[in-house]
């Protein structure tokens, strides 16, 4: 998955979340899922790639359980589970395995997005392990303090400011710090970049383009 171009990759993400929302059945959905994470294997993440994995399943059990409650209908609350996993996953594929650099580069150079925005969704894109890692600093330091969410749904959800508070508070200050440090480099002075990174489509790249729109088509055709 890492020799893939990052263009490739992209074009998967889009193309998957497609499938997502069009398939309508849990087997359909479980496929396209066990494939995701087949293709995690093989790529050879690490480990807390995995843990982050497990608290997306946890997760949408808690979704499905929560639509179950709802509308009493077990079917419709397995595929809507199936599909924030299934779309979800994907974006893991894409963070494992692709450099921003190397992204941004793809996003300026094939798609031709203004390297402030391919900077600005990168950028967005490379903090969310940062974000994730501080939720959990945030909430052993609360839990030492003695913070222990209990009671119903709304009563922990409530709780949870607790941890959100603190969370957008060092959110803040780090885009503070990143927009000054920004600002002192001249961003945005040169209007003309060069990129040193190898983002250029093998006859595999587009062999794999070609069988995501085939795949596309087949479903559409399906459905129509």
């Known amino acids: 998955m890492q020799t893939i171009a990052p263009i490739t990759k992209l074009?998967?993400?889009?193309?998957?979340?497609?499938?997502?929302?069009?398939?309508?059945s849990l087997p359909a959905l479980a496929a396209l899922i066990i494939c995701q994470l087949l293709l995690l294997v093989i790529a050879k993440v690490g480990i807390t790639i995995y843990k982050g994995i497990a608290s997306?399943?946890?997760?949408?059990?808690?979704?499905?359980?929560?639509?179950?409650v709802l509308n009493h209908d077990i079917m419709l609350?397995?595929?809507?589970?199936?599909?924030m996993i299934a779309m979800t996953l994907v974006f893991f594929?894409?963070?494992a395995t692709t450099r921003m650099q190397d992204l941004s580069a793809a996003l300026v150079l094939q798609c031709h997005i203004p390297y402030e925005?391919?900077?600005?969704?990168?950028?967005?894109?490379r903090f969310i392990p940062d974000f994730?890692?501080?939720s959990k600093a945030i909430q052993e330091a609360q839990a030492c303090r003695g913070y222990s969410p209990q009671g119903n749904l709304?009563?922990?959800?409530?709780?949870?400011?607790?941890?959100?508070k603190p969370l957008v508070l060092k959110a803040v200050t780090?885009?503070?710090?990143?927009?000054?440090?920004?600002?002192?480099?001249?961003?945005?002075?040169?209007?003309?970049?060069?990129?040193?990174?190898?983002?250029t489509l093998a006859p595999r790249d587009y062999a794999l383009l070609f069988s995501m729109v085939l795949f596309t088509s087949y479903l559409f055709i399906q459905i129509n």
């Open 11 to 24: 074009a998967l993400t889009v193309f998957v979340t497609i499938w997502a929302m069009v398939l309508q």
């Open 56 to 68: 997306l399943f946890v997760f949408a059990a808690v979704l499905a359980g929560m639509q179950y």
């Open 77 to 83: 609350a397995g595929i809507t589970a199936g599909k």
């Open 93 to 95: 594929i894409l963070l």
């Open 117 to 125: 925005y391919a900077f600005m969704l990168t950028a967005a894109l």
């Open 132 to 134: 994730l890692a501080e």
């Open 154 to 164: 709304f009563q922990r959800f409530f709780s949870y400011m607790a941890v959100i």
């Open 174 to 199: 780090r885009s503070e710090t990143m927009a000054l440090s920004l600002e002192l480099r001249g961003f945005g002075s040169r209007k003309k970049r060069s990129f040193g990174n190898q983002v």
